[in-house]
C-alpha cells in the first residue's frame, strides 16, 4: 500500500485522553448536559426530546428516498 499519511500502512493509532491532558483556552463543565429551560424562558419553546427529534429525522430522510429525493 502506497504511504500517503505519513503512517506506512495509511491508519495512524488512536489512544483515549483524559481531558485534563487536553488543555483548552476555555473552561469545560464537568458534564455538559444542555439545559432546555432557557430556551423555553426566554423564546416560549418548549424542546422535544432527543429520542423524538431523531425518530422525526429518520422517518424524513426515510420518506425522502422513498421519494428518491436522497
Known amino acids: ?3 500517503v499519511s ?3 500502512n495509511g ?3 488512536v489512544k ?3 481531558s485534563a491532558a487536553y ?3 476555555a473552561k469545560r463543565p464537568r458534564n455538559p448536559v444542555i439545559s432546555k429551560d432557557k430556551v423555553k424562558q426566554v423564546f416560549g419553546v418548549e424542546m422535544s426530546r432527543w429520542e ?3 425518530r ?3 422517518v424524513e430522510l426515510s420518506d425522502a428516498s422513498h421519494r428518491g429525493a436522497a
Open 6 to 8: 505519513g503512517i506506512p
Open 52 to 54: 423524538s427529534q431523531l
Open 11 to 13: 491508519w495512524a493509532s
Open 23 to 25: 488543555p483548552l483556552p
Open 1 to 3: 500500500m502506497k504511504e
Open 56 to 58: 422525526s429525522c429518520l
Open 16 to 18: 483515549p485522553i483524559g
